[in-house]
């Protein structure tokens, strides 16, 4: 199992930037996609963006596409999510996840989440 550790969390104005990281260590990366989950007070972890370790494709949310990217660094073996433009509705938990795509149908390794808190 990947260890993950997320930070980067805060508070933020409606209209700003925050930059999020997810440091992985345990195993190599190379066959993993890697992924941000969210979570606000009262709903449903939802899916906002993955990124294939090898090869760099990535997908997102509708939510998340034109505002947010992710990326990662190999030699740092860390995954960043960058938002831009938040709003008040990003309020939540950010959750990194990794999952192996030969063994894995589903993301089974989880960070502890980091509280992200934008104002109006």
């Known amino acids: 199992q990947v260890q993950l550790v997320e930070s980067g969390g805060g508070l933020v104005q409606a209209g700003g930037s925050l930059r999020l990281s997810c440091a992985a260590s345990g195993r190599t990366l190379s066959s993993y996609s890697m992924g941000w989950f969210r979570q606000a007070p009262g709903k449903e972890r939802e899916f906002v963006a993955r990124?294939?370790?090898?090869?760099?494709?990535?997908f997102y949310a509708d939510s998340a596409k034109d505002r947010f990217t992710i990326s990662r660094d190999s030699a740092k073996n860390t995954v960043y999510l960058q938002m831009n433009s938040l709003k008040p509705e990003d309020t939540a938990v950010y959750y990194c996840a990794a999952r192996d795509i030969w063994s894995s149908a589903v993301f089974g390794s989880w960070g502890q989440g980091t509280q992200v808190t934008v104002s109006s």
């Open positions: 990124i294939m370790w090898t090869g760099g494709n990535t």
